[in-house]
């Protein structure tokens, strides 16, 4: 009896979907960390070499319209929509029809790139040869011709990418985004040693984004030939499969790309009321608008939210990959039970990992600028502003990252249009809050408005899902919210104890000892708590396969 008591325990355990599953995200999160840290180490640089004024934020504001298409396509809706008819396809028809299937989304998704990235060249200029334009304008608009064929070759890499994960093949998508980062590091200590105006260094940056879109694109096709699933020249029989993921991923399409969207709104509105450096307001009073932000707001919002999705790309996108299929197989199955309980156990990981973080993020948000950014031509009203950004951005990690996990339930059970609806709500809410706070608080406005709409989103998303799949494990969930509010309080007091310790940083070695010093503090306390309060949510991660 025993023994068959084991044999079903055993196969309750793998029928949740839990085997391989912690193990699969340990792996995602390795390549996502690594991507991060260059990250890290490209935005040191590009401070450094431009500061915190108006190139800088014209280079960030231009990059991050076609880096758009990456985070909205390769993290979000092409996967999501993708993956599941192209392993249906696979699983009924074989290798050929998914090949087929492929081919086809890769030469529709080239040709509607291609138009889109060759009207706004056009119309860029148009703009250019026809207006007076401000050099700061100007800038910005050359730039974004530059880098906007970014767009088309990540948007092929996001579609190799996704059938590689169709193929449980996480290692390689993992590492696209560490390929960008490199050749990134590698363009700025080019440019950095050449005798060029700071705007010629940006407009070759610009080059060395789109040669790195390239090395991207070659980096996962190469991979799909080596397992036998590259392009077919026979691809006509892929259309039934085309219109069904296109139809999917539009709701899917609005309900990702909003938190995106908020953010490159955000940093437009930033740049419009920025004052230049050169003291120019041309641009706003043509519109009638008094410029009242400082330069480097744009930038300063960039860097806080770099710093935000850090913990969301490394943990909350990783495991809301390898998630998503265990929920969609207990939707389709008509498993509720068991959706709720993978679910559950998955709310439990996001408090005990996004309530610590974004306590951690406010705590260490001026030393972690002091020792990444303050340097260069980054000056100290620089860093203020930045930290403060990192802080208010901090505040809303465990947010962002539930609504990732909530948002891939959603998709699982087959309802694409309420997380789009809630989503377009929260941008709306996001929006009035900008609009409003930065008459009050100026350019933080802008990060508190979206950390605000994020936190009421969150909340509003998890308790419509609960309605729609039944009740999830509360008692578990509210016993993990306490013990992680706990401990995260007890890691606060530990961090900030620590940090009032410590002299005033002089020099680079005390500023990384005064953003080392409360980290390892606050992560030693912050585990040791766990332990001792039955918190078992971060052993289960770090151990479990």
């Known amino acids: 009896m025993a023994e068959a008591s084991e044999t079903d325990s055993n196969e309750a355990t793998r029928s949740t979907g839990t085997v391989g599953v912690m193990a699969s995200l340990r792996l995602v999160s390795l390549g996502t960390l690594l991507s991060r840290v260059l990250g890290l180490l490209r935005d040191m640089g590009m401070t450094a070499l431009f500061g915190g004024g108006t190139i800088l934020d014209a280079f960030i504001v231009a990059f991050r319209i076609p880096n758009l298409a990456r985070q909205v396509l390769g993290e979000g809706a092409l996967s999501t929509?993708?993956?599941p008819v192209f392993i249906r396809s696979r699983e009924l028809h074989g290798d050929?029809?998914?090949?087929q299937t492929l081919t086809l989304v890769t030469i529709v998704l080239t040709a509607a790139m291609t138009a889109i990235v060759i009207v706004a060249e056009l119309g860029i200029m148009l703009v250019c040869g026809t207006w007076q334009l401000e050099e700061s304008t100007r800038l910005l608009l050359v730039l974004l011709a530059l880098m906007l064929p970014y767009a088309l070759l990540i948007c092929l890499a996001a579609v190799f990418c996704a059938a590689l994960n169709a193929l449980r093949q996480f290692v390689r998508p993992a590492f696209v985004p560490v390929v960008l980062n490199a050749i990134w590091l590698a363009g700025m200590g080019i440019v950095s040693h050449a005798a060029l105006t700071h705007s010629a260094q940006a407009y070759w940056l610009a080059v060395f984004v789109t040669a790195a879109g390239v090395a991207q694109l070659v980096l996962p096709y190469f991979a799909l030939r080596k397992s036998g699933m590259g392009l077919v020249r026979q691809w006509s029989g892929g259309w039934g499969d085309v219109?069904?993921?296109i139809h999917s991923m539009l709701p899917v399409l609005i309900g990702m790309s909003i938190l995106q969207a908020s953010a490159v709104f955000d940093s437009f509105v930033a740049w419009g009321l920025s004052r230049p450096d050169d003291g120019s307001t041309a641009w706003c009073q043509a519109i009638g608008i008094t410029p009242i932000l400082?330069?480097?707001t744009a930038s300063a919002i960039y860097i806080g939210q770099r710093m935000f999705q850090f913990p969301l790309g490394v943990f909350g996108i990783a495991l809301g990959t390898v998630l998503y299929p265990v929920l969609t197989q207990h939707a389709?199955?008509?498993q509720l039970d068991l959706l709720r309980i993978d679910l559950s156990r998955g709310l439990r990981i996001v408090i005990a990992?996004?309530?610590?973080?974004?306590?951690?993020?406010?705590?260490?948000?001026?030393?972690?600028?002091l020792a990444m950014f303050r340097h260069g031509n980054f000056t100290t009203e620089d860093a203020l502003l930045t930290s403060r950004m990192i802080g208010i951005y901090g505040a809303g990690v465990w947010s962002y990252i539930g609504v990732a996990i909530l948002n891939r339930a959603w998709y699982a059970t087959g309802d694409r249009l309420t997380p789009m609806r809630l989503g377009l709500v929260a941008l709306l809410l996001n929006q009035v809050l900008n609009l409003t706070l930065i008459w009050w608080v100026g350019g933080i406005g802008l990060a508190l408005g979206s950390v605000i709409s994020s936190g009421v989103l969150c909340l509003v998303t998890l308790w419509r899902l609960d309605l729609h799949v039944g009740p999830m494990d509360w008692p578990a969930i509210g016993k993990t919210l306490v013990k992680g509010l706990f401990a995260t309080a007890v890691m606060t007091v530990a961090s900030l104890a620590v940090m009032s310790l410590l002299p005033p940083p002089t020099g680079m070695l005390s500023k990384l000892m005064l953003l080392l010093a409360p980290c390892v503090t606050g992560a030693v306390v912050y585990l040791v708590v766990s332990k001792l309060t039955g918190m078992s949510e971060l052993e289960e991660l770090l151990t479990k396969r």
Not at 96 to 99: I, V
Not at 353 to 369: D, E, H, K, Q, R
């Open 81 to 83: 929509a993708f993956l």
């Open 96 to 99: 050929l029809a998914a090949r």
């Open 243 to 245: 219109r069904e993921i």
């Open 294 to 296: 400082e330069a480097g």
């Open 332 to 334: 389709q199955r008509g």
């Open 353 to 369: 990992v996004g309530v610590p973080a974004s306590a951690g993020l406010c705590i260490i948000a001026w030393p972690l600028t």
